[in-house]
């Protein structure tokens, strides 16, 4: 770990236990297709897959919301389904459709995963870290990533997004069996692909957990915490000081609770959660990140900055990191983004 580093971030300061005000500020999807720069570069691309296994292209990306607002996090480009496009599942972006996965639904489908990581899919994301930490300001920290295992298996199972992911829920409970293979392969994948993105340079690790919302009690403890588990002991055992964060989107706070003890160093929250819960439940075990609804990023106004002091006000005192509660969207104005810097790093 790079201790400097450490001693000037204020965003890996809360992580390591220190309430920050103004609180350390970064938006999920921060490098995307809000952005003008962002957009040049995609072109150039050709292909959103492309782009990512481009470290060049990937780095650059990146970088460029670093250089517009000056957040206090860069986090790479990539996408939580680089981790079963390297396990060999077939992927494609259409335009404007979301992923399309070559389905794996079946015992056949989990014994033909590879049994390690294609390097030219996992390598050029290595690469682009190494380059964007070699360019970042001693400052700002770097984010790596990957999908949780429950989340990444919805994509892998439905073949792409669907509504209520109801295909992998339904394969979930009819074949307990098979559905723990694919999660326990996928709980090994990233555990080996966080440990490479930490090796070549990212000081944190968030977990994204998109469709953590959809599972009742008993399975979300079975599908998304225990990995969770799982995960960062074997992520803490190859790298001691790395930070995690996990996003289970849609959770309640009791799900919520029952992840504060699986050696995380934060919780991001979506935008339906009672900050005021959150805070008395859970800020005393863990760093609390988030939780402004995208959509007041875009109406602006009142709606935004309103918003943006009541969120100040209700974490004030504890370990809050500023960020959406879910990725930017397109349609987001740059000066609404420029409006929330001011006022999330407005003296209070
Ligand atoms: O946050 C960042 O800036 C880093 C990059 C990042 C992307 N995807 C780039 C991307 C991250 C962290 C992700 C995570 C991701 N990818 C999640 C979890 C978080 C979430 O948003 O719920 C999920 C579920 C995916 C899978 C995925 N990738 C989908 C469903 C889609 C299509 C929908 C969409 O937003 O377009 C993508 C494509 C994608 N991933 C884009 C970007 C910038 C848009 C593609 C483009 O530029 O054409």
Avoid at 77 to 86: E, G, K, M, T, Y
Wanted: glycine letters at 8%.
């Amino acid at each position: 770990m790079n201790r400097a580093l450490e001693t000037r971030s204020p965003f890996l300061r809360v992580l390591d236990g220190t309430p920050f005000d103004p609180p350390p500020l970064w938006m999920m999807r921060q490098a995307g297709r809000y952005l003008p720069e962002y957009r040049a570069v995609r072109a150039e691309a050709g292909d959103f897959l492309t782009l990512c296994y481009t470290p060049k292209l990937a780095a650059e990306v990146t970088l460029q919301p670093i250089r517009r607002y000056g957040f206090d996090a860069a986090i790479i480009f990539s996408d939580i389904l680089v981790v079963p496009h390297a396990l060999g599942v077939g992927l494609t972006f259409e335009a404007g459709e979301g992923p399309r996965l070559t389905p794996v639904t079946d015992s056949e489908g989990v014994a033909a995963l590879k049994d390690r990581l294609d390097p030219d899919k996992v390598e050029p994301v290595y690469e682009a870290i190494a380059s964007v930490r070699a360019t970042l300001p001693a400052e700002v920290a770097l984010i790596g990533f990957c999908g949780a295992p429950w989340t990444v298996a919805t994509y892998m199972v439905a073949g792409q997004g669907t509504d209520d992911q109801a295909p992998a829920r339904m394969l979930a409970l009819r074949d307990e069996t098979l559905f723990q293979s694919l999660i326990d392969r996928l709980v090994e994948a990233s555990i080996v692909h966080l440990a490479g993105q930490v090796a070549a340079g990212a000081d944190v690790v968030q977990i994204f957990d998109t469709w953590a919302g959809v599972l009742d009690p008993s399975s979300f403890e079975r599908w998304c915490a225990e990995p969770l588990r799982r995960i960062v002991a074997g992520l803490k055992a190859l790298h001691p000081h790395v930070r995690v964060i996990a996003f289970p989107k849609g959770a309640t706070l009791e799900a919520l609770e029952r992840l504060a003890d699986t050696g995380i160093n934060a919780i991001g929250l979506d935008w339906s959660a009672d900050r005021q819960a959150a805070r008395r439940r859970l800020s005393g075990r863990v760093a609390l990140q988030g939780n402004l609804d995208p959509l007041r990023l875009i109406a602006g106004g009142a709606a935004l900055e309103d918003e943006v002091a009541r969120i100040r006000d209700d974490f004030s005192g504890v370990r809050h990191i500023f960020n959406l509660g879910h990725g930017i969207r397109p349609e987001t104005p740059l000066d609404h983004v420029e409006k929330l810097v001011e006022a999330v790093r407005r003296a209070r």
